[in-house]
């Protein structure tokens, strides 16, 4: 079975601080996602990676950003942290075949960031 | 753009009842269709998927059927139990046109109580 960890299941922070969220997936995936969830909102994605090095922001990425140094390792960095990045953070894998269509995406149980 | 509607929740039902999470979407491609299950406190899981039209996505006596006449992928059970309360999403995946980031697109997601 995948297994995707975040390193977090509960954080708190401060406004303005630079807050690092981590995701490790053991099963060799190539693209790795970053959602936000929200209620009523369902999830929203924020960031997502094909490989090692290689990002491209999804629907919302504005004040954040990420890493993707190792094929097992997704970072997550909230630059500046606000009141309204409180959230539930996913982060989820998947294995990189031709037809990306049919494969499904493997989700941690995310991480529950509260800015104070 | 690519969008997906659910039924606004919460759904609360007895235990034996019969379940249906409408979900239906708008898509420019022929895209894959799948249900995902979040329990209490975890992340989210893969529930069945169907990859073309007609086909029908099964899994701990949840079904839904990819109807493209009516652009719908309606989650269904005959009998509900306790272990079924979770929060139900709908989600599509297209191929990404150039430049777009977007990979799954999710609904908002229905919450579903069951009681004994």
């Known amino acids: 079975d995948v297994k995707v960890t975040q390193s977090s299941r509960y954080l708190v922070k401060r406004t303005g601080e630079k807050v690092f969220l981590e995701c490790v997936q053991d099963?060799?995936?190539?693209?790795m996602f970053w959602y936000r969830q929200d209620p009523g909102l369902g999830l929203r994605l924020i960031y997502f990676?094909?490989?090692?090095?290689?990002?491209e922001k999804g629907d919302i990425p504005e004040g954040y950003s990420v890493s993707r140094e190792k094929k097992e390792r997704f970072s997550l960095i909230l630059e500046s942290a606000s009141t309204n990045q409180t959230s539930m953070y996913l982060c989820?894998?998947?294995?990189?075949?031709?037809?990306?269509?049919?494969?499904?995406?493997?989700f941690g149980d995310g991480t529950r960031l509260s800015i104070l | 753009g690519n969008s997906v509607t659910q039924m606004e929740g919460p759904v609360t039902l007895s235990e034996e009842a019969f379940l249906t999470i409408n979900c239906t979407y708008t898509?420019?491609?022929?895209?894959?269709l799948f249900w995902y299950v979040q329990y209490p406190g975890e992340g989210l899981q893969l529930l069945l998927k169907?990859?073309?039209?007609?086909d029908k996505g099964s899994n701990k006596g949840f079904e839904a059927t990819y109807r493209k006449e009516t652009t719908s992928f309606h989650l269904e059970k005959g009998s509900v139990q306790v272990s079924d309360s979770a929060v139900y999403f709908c989600?599509?995946?297209?191929?990404?046109?150039?430049?777009?980031?977007?990979?799954?697109?999710f609904g908002s997601g229905t919450q579903l109580t069951v009681l004994p």
């Open positions: 989820a894998s998947r294995r990189h075949p031709p037809d990306r269509r049919n494969q499904p995406q493997h």
């Open positions: 099963m060799d995936h190539e693209n």
């Open positions: 990676s094909y490989d090692v090095k290689m990002k």
């Open positions: 898509a420019t491609g022929y895209p894959s």
């Open positions: 169907a990859t073309k039209a007609d």
């Open positions: 989600a599509l995946s297209d191929l990404p046109s150039r430049g777009s980031a977007r990979q799954l697109t």
